[in-house]
């Protein structure tokens, strides 16, 4: 009897909770996030030399179907590449007003000319740089690199 009185609270709490925004589905949001850290975050590489880019780019699935042309690996802690979500929003390239710029330790990975799927080949570029990040959510994540 108390169970059958139960649910409709519950449902309305969360009902409510959801019209005031303070729990938001994330489903896409986090898998926005997960591909993020995915394509662009390797706290523990130093990077810097063509065969980094070549078995990364591999391992993280970014020549299964074709060449990416060009990536970028950020080599800083999750929590310091989050941080640059609370910088002041700038425009990204295409219009929207959720990126935000950062300073951090990247390695580019461009593909070279001759490369054929595949058999991707890249050649590494090491350096410390601006960078421009999409972020989305509460908190708000990473979820794109602009460039």
Same mark, same amino acid.
């Given at each position: 009897m108390a169970l059958q009185r139960t649910w409709p609270l519950l449902l309305l709490l969360v009902l409510t909770l959801l019209g005031l925004g303070l729990v938001r589905p994330s489903y896409g949001q986090n898998q926005m996030y997960q591909r993020f850290l995915r394509q662009h975050v390797d706290p523990q590489g130093t990077g810097g030399n063509d065969n980094y880019c070549n078995l990364m780019m591999q391992r993280r699935k970014m020549t299964s179907r074709q060449c990416k042309h060009f990536n970028t690996?950020?080599?800083?802690?999750?929590?310091n590449i989050r941080s640059i979500c609370s910088t002041t929003s700038i425009p990204c390239k295409n219009?929207?007003?959720? %990126?935000?710029?950062?300073?951090?330790?990247? !390695?580019? %990975?461009?593909?070279?000319?001759?490369? $054929?799927?595949?058999? %991707?080949?890249?050649?590494?570029?090491?350096? !410390? $740089?601006?960078?421009?990040?999409? %972020?989305e959510g509460s908190p708000e994540v990473p979820v794109h690199f602009d460039r």
């Open positions: 690996f950020i080599h800083e802690d999750i929590w219009g929207r007003m959720n %990126c935000h710029e950062g300073v951090v330790k990247v !390695t580019d %990975c461009r593909e070279t000319g001759g490369s $054929r799927f595949p058999n %991707c080949r890249y050649r590494a570029g090491a350096s !410390t $740089r601006r960078v421009v990040i999409a %972020c």
